[in-house]
């Protein structure tokens, strides 16, 4: 859940240790008859929540009367920490955006690698701080939840031996995973520039000046710069940097791709003053600064350097250039090999050794232009840097953090691996349960009713479809107390607006005859998921969830009450709940309780959920582990096969129950491609149908005619991961 710009702080630390509240918070309480939860009560500004723009979900608008806390901002870092990006530099965590392309990890075989992702959620908050400072000298400023992978898996900032916070946390004995300690980019200056045209130009350029002779003719001298690349990137600087010392050039096209060579791209100019003014710029200095070092090594980089295959070198055949490079690369401190391999050509070549460690310095302190040159994508993790924690220590004060959701679920900080905050894309709108701890704090809008009605009241309410249920549970156990539900069907049928609600809790049966009369008004969709048939395995998977055979009996008694329920069957574990008994038991149960429709979804494990389950299952299904291992192999979905496999058991099923046409609506052979990933598609009845006639069931049609329901391919991408709550 995201508080952005929202103060975390407490009424009383000593009470409710590491309890967030928010701004506007009326107060927080803990009450016997709900134990191990903590609600927030709170006075919400809005009710409506529009959805995303790019979502494929079929409705506009949600209302989340409450907030749950298992997907909280839990994992921060301060707002200048170092982000690795896609190509090679450095960005504050704090100046990301939505979109941004930055470097994650995945495991490969043996080894875990880099990897290019995607930001796809990033929000702010006030958090205690920590810091974590490493052998190298790194320091991370991050709150005490916030996760670092070690050697031995990933691990808390902070945490305790036994009681209530007892987890993996860091120690002196642990060692951080990454490149470790690197340099923040300096800004560019005129000695810069200056030292970059120097080793750009020396190193690549035709710079020259030849007297012009031709019988019967003047004689006269010829002024001459010319400088191609394959690269635009430094040939843009070139030009921008040769402007800024009033030295206009002109670009032009050399020789077009091939499908073996890429475009070569120059520019040039040929006026004497010019070529004068370019000759001042690149002559070697007396005393080089730190800023022309900087310079001139990124230029020699751009022009004669390579990396690959785990070496950085730059390589030429001229003495007097490969002095200067020697000796900037040693005033940094970099541990240089010289290279020479006796060809004809007298070409040297100097190798920044090191490893990846000193390969990123050298990226971050002079910042070449050519960044093909500077990505890790595909590396593997290995290092010799030094990143053992030395210390762990408390700041004793709160200072605004910033976290991220990307696609790898991780993300590189100040140079060691980071884990990322459980969210998803849709974060905003879509919060996944992840674990035991689903609802252990409960933010609450007690005000929602009221704010509610006047969103729906303003002329500009469209009355469009309106979903609840599809971040955190509108029946969940906190509704027993504040009673928030029967005021929100109430003013959305009043008001004329189609609503849905997707639930897990049995609670819903108290509002029944509420809704059954709102079904009157306005067109209605109920939504019940379920999976898991073994008590014992639902207790270890859902606690604090109701059991199925009580989510049955809600089924049940939705459909007497004469209304639709589309009923998820999610999720569909792989060797656990696939066999043909317990299919056929699930399905069977279902289309006993009366479901209007049903939608088989198998696991998703994603980023969060992932390290959580697997945990879950090598302690009490070790023999499992390889099978999922392949399953999930760098993927959050089971592979096409598994689908196609599990649609073959599926159909049969679904069939023998009745269930393979969806109540009231033409044949929807759902498991011709079991629904994952956009396959996905809701049952018939969980959502609402304009065109439905009120009375009698709402959303059931008389057989052989078509559903107003929703088909297969109006499901979202991503549905899965909402219904595969583990």
Request: aromatic share 6%.
């Amino acid at each position: 859940m995201r508080w952005e710009a929202q103060r975390l702080d407490l009424e009383d630390p000593s009470t409710l240790p590491g309890m967030p509240s928010i701004r506007g918070l009326l107060r927080t309480v803990q009450v016997p008859e709900f134990p191990g939860l903590t609600f927030h009560e709170v006075r919400a500004k809005s009710a409506l929540n529009h959805v995303p723009g790019e979502s494929a979900m079929p409705f506009p608008w949600t209302i989340n009367p409450y907030r749950g806390c298992a997907h909280a901002c839990l994992y921060c870092l301060s707002g200048d920490t170092q982000i690795l990006m896609a190509d090679g530099r450095q960005r504050p965590i704090a100046d990301l955006r939505v979109g941004d392309r930055i470097i994650g990890t995945e495991k490969r075989d043996t080894y875990r690698h880099y990897v290019t992702t995607e930001v796809a959620a990033h929000w702010s908050t006030v958090k205690p701080a920590h810091r974590v400072t490493l052998e190298d000298g790194s320091e991370i400023v991050a709150s005490g939840d916030h996760r670092f992978l070690t050697g031995r898996g990933w691990k808390h900032v902070t945490g305790t031996m036994a009681g209530r916070d007892r987890r993996p946390h860091l120690t002196t004995d642990d060692e951080l995973l990454g490149f470790g300690r690197t340099v923040t980019s300096l800004a560019v200056c005129a000695e810069y520039r200056r030292g970059y045209l120097t080793g750009m130009v020396r190193g690549d350029a035709d710079l020259e000046v030849y007297r012009y002779q031709r019988p019967a003719r003047v004689h006269g001298d010829v002024h001459r710069f010319r400088l191609a690349l394959a690269d635009v990137e430094g040939l843009h600087r070139t030009h921008d940097y040769l402007a800024k010392e009033g030295v206009p050039t002109t670009r032009f096209n050399v020789t077009p791709a091939t499908d073996v060579r890429r475009a070569m791209t120059a520019i040039r100019t040929s006026s004497a003053a010019s070529v004068g003014r370019i000759r001042e710029l690149v002559e070697w200095p007396q005393q080089p600064t730190a800023a022309w070092n900087r310079g001139f090594l990124a230029g020699i980089f751009d022009a004669e350097g390579s990396r690959s295959g785990g070496i950085l070198q730059i390589s030429n055949t001229d003495q007097g250039i490969l002095d200067r490079t020697h000796a900037a690369l040693t005033d940094f401190g970099f541990d240089v090999a010289h290279e020479d391999p006796d060809l004809p050509n007298g070409l040297i070549s100097l190798r920044v050794r090191g490893g990846l460690r000193e390969h990123m310095r050298f990226v971050h302190l002079v910042d070449p232009a050519i960044r093909r040159k500077c990505h890790v994508d595909g590396t593997a993790i290995k290092s010799d840097a030094a990143l053992r924690v030395t210390a762990v220590e408390s700041l004793g004060l709160e200072m605004p953090m910033y976290d991220i959701t990307t696609g790898t679920g991780d993300f590189i900080a100040n140079g060691v691996i980071s884990h990322n905050c459980f969210a998803r894309k849709t974060h905003e709108w879509l919060e996944l349960d992840s674990g035991h701890d689903f609802d252990s704090q409960i933010v609450v809008k007690t005000n929602l009713v009221d704010v509610l009605r006047k969103e729906l009241h303003r002329p500009s309410w469209k009355r469009e479809h309106v979903a609840l249920g599809t971040n955190t549970d509108p029946y969940q156990r906190a509704e027993g107390r504040y009673r928030l539900m029967p005021g929100v069907i109430r003013t959305l049928a009043e008001s004329g607006t189609p609503f849905s609600i997707l639930t897990k809790g049995t609670l819903l049966r108290r509002d029944l005859p509420l809704l059954a009369e709102s079904a009157q008004r306005v067109p209605v969709g109920l939504g019940v998921s379920m999976a898991i048939w073994d008590d014992a395995l639902h207790a270890a998977l859902e606690p604090g969830v109701p059991t199925p055979r009580a989510r049955l009996d809600l089924v049940r008694a939705i459909t007497e009450a004469g209304l639709t329920c589309g009923v998820f069957m999610a999720p569909v574990l792989p060797g656990l709940t696939d066999g043909v008994a317990e299919l056929d038991a699930a399905i069977g149960a279902i289309a006993a309780a009366g479901a209007t429709g049903v939608t088989v979804i198998p696991l998703h494990l994603r980023p969060g959920a992932r390290e959580w389950f697997m945990g879950w299952l090598a302690r009490t299904h070790p023999d499992l582990v390889p099978r999922y291992e392949q399953l999930y192999a760098r993927r959050a979905y089971v592979p096409a096969e598994y689908r196609a496999w599990l649609s073959q058991r599926v159909a049969p099923l679904l069939a023998k129950h009745g269930l393979d046409r969806q109540k009231g609506g033409a044949a929807r052979q759902i498991a011709a491609g079991v629904p994952a990933d956009g396959e996905v598609g809701f049952p018939a009845g969980s959502l609402p149908s304009d065109d439905l006639p009120r009375g009698g069931m709402p959303g059931v049609r008389p057989k052989g005619e078509p559903t107003a329901g929703p088909a297969r391919d109006a499901a979202p991408v991503g549905l899965g991961e909402q219904l595969s709550l583990i």
